[in-house]
Nanobody, 126 residues
């Protein structure tokens, strides 16, 4: 059991930055790979970024590479997503997810993540 709770979403303008947080509880978070997914209305949930259990490896979806940064603080049992140069296309509900650690490998399929937060809305206006 891992409970995840996202926060930090909001309404911003194109070009702005936003930092999302995910607080974990219930199990030893340092044993889990963590990721961020997003889902826009009428679209499938897509992979955004992932980070290995120790934080040594990261992986990003092509649409956000170079703009978003994922990080974690296992002492605080938290995962973060720093989003810079936001675009209207980034508008979506953002979800934090966790998966049992597979070392440095970071899965990108939503089916590989068994624990999910409730989501936080990010809206980017043009």
């Amino acid at each position: 059991q891992v409970q995840l709770a996202e926060s930090g979403g909001g309404l911003v303008q194109a070009g702005d930055s936003l930092r999302l947080s995910c607080a974990a509880s219930g199990r030893t978070f340092s044993l889990y790979t963590a990721g961020w997914f997003r889902q826009a209305p009428g679209k499938e949930r897509e992979f955004v970024a992932g980070i290995s259990s120790g934080g040594g490896s990261t992986y990003y979806g092509n649409s956000v590479k170079g703009r978003f940064t994922i990080s974690r603080d296992n002492a605080k049992a938290a995962v973060y997503l720093q989003m810079n140069v936001l675009l209207p296309e980034d508008t979506a509900v953002y979800y934090c997810a966790a998966s049992p650690s597979s070392g440095s490998y970071i899965p990108v399929a939503k089916r590989d993540y068994g624990y999910w937060g409730q989501g936080t809305q990010v809206t980017v206006s043009s």
